[in-house]
């Protein structure tokens, strides 16, 4: 199959093309920039040179491939607190895509969080069935759901905040390390027992091939090992791999402490992956997220 990959020299993409070529698949992997071209081709990848707002370049490529894999998002807009603009951009994206596709039956795997269910008020552990109305990043979500209206085989992978392994070097877990490094602590919000829950980046990828390959149309999925890790046992596993103490903080205090990612750092969003691994036969079997922790990649810099 020729996969269009959006994102491709990422985190997450940095793990699916290896997994991708290993499976018989040929990908063209977007790349905004010649350092992120040269990432894509090291891995042995087509590079399309583009971003997220040439529309017309992403219909075309869509149009080419025999899937689509959207991963790709404006992170840069959203640490900048422009959250609209990533939204919206994301959604021009995945519509110029989506009409390439239309009436193909051609595959189209989309990207989400489950930190939506806890915005959207979702209580105890969240599920692949629970579907939200409004809420952040909801709308592509739904979108991209209802393209097995239009003829798509279309699904959604919900990724957990912490995507971990020694290939994330700008999620969630190395910013909060930067953040605990900075102020000579590791904190965590209260008493630290809200939920996080987490996913290795080589079972993330595995998932997303397997939903390329078979997932039903309109399938939300989640790409979940550990259903819920406490933020103080994050905390805590943070401050003994530095040697430094691990302190609690007020919601006052957790701007200070975690700058933008005190709105989600005192979210609880345990969430389970039952369902999605019932359906396609996807296993979590790499380390947890302490484990990943202990194991010290993240602490090397």
């Not at 699916?16 to 894509?40: F, K, N, Q, Y």
């Not at 998002?73 to 895509?97: C, N, P, R």
């Amino acid at each position: 199959m020729l996969v269009f990959i959006t994102g491709a020299s990422g985190h997450v993409g940095s793990a699916l093309i290896p997994e991708l070529l290993a499976h018989g698949h040929h990908v063209v992997g977007l790349a905004r920039s010649d350092d992120a071209a040269a990432t894509v081709a090291a891995t042995g990848a087509e590079v399309l040179r583009g971003d997220l707002d040439d529309l017309d370049g992403l219909g075309a490529a869509a149009a080419a491939a025999d899937g689509v894999i959207h991963l790709a998002f404006k992170h840069d807009a959203m640490a900048a607190g422009d959250y609209q603009t990533a939204i919206e951009s994301d959604l021009a994206a995945i519509g110029a895509m989506a009409g390439a596709l239309d009436g193909t039956d051609k595959p189209f795997v989309g990207t989400s969080g489950t930190l939506m269910l806890a915005f959207g008020g979702v209580e105890g552990t969240g599920t692949e069935d629970i579907v939200l109305e409004a809420g952040p990043r909801t709308g592509a979500e739904n979108f991209v759901i209802a393209l097995a209206d239009r003829g798509v085989r279309s699904s959604v992978v919900r990724l957990p905040p912490t995507v971990h392994s020694s290939l994330d070097h700008h999620g969630f877990i190395p910013m909060i390390i930067g953040f605990a490094r900075e102020h000579g602590e590791a904190a965590y919000i209260g008493d630290g027992a809200n939920r996080w829950p987490a996913g290795h980046t080589l079972d993330a990828a595995r998932l997303y091939r397997l939903a390329l390959e078979g997932a039903p149309a309109g399938t939300r999925l989640h790409a979940v090992g550990d259903e819920g890790v406490a933020f103080r046992a994050i905390a805590e596993t943070i401050g003994r791999n530095l040697g430094i103490p691990t302190v609690s903080v007020t919601a006052e205090e957790a701007p200070s402490r975690f700058s933008y990612l005190a709105t989600f750092a005192g979210l609880d969003n345990p969430t389970s992956s039952a369902a999605t691994q019932s359906l396609l036969d996807w296993h979590p079997t790499e380390a947890g997220l302490l484990a990943d922790l202990d194991e010290g990649h993240y602490f090397h810099s």
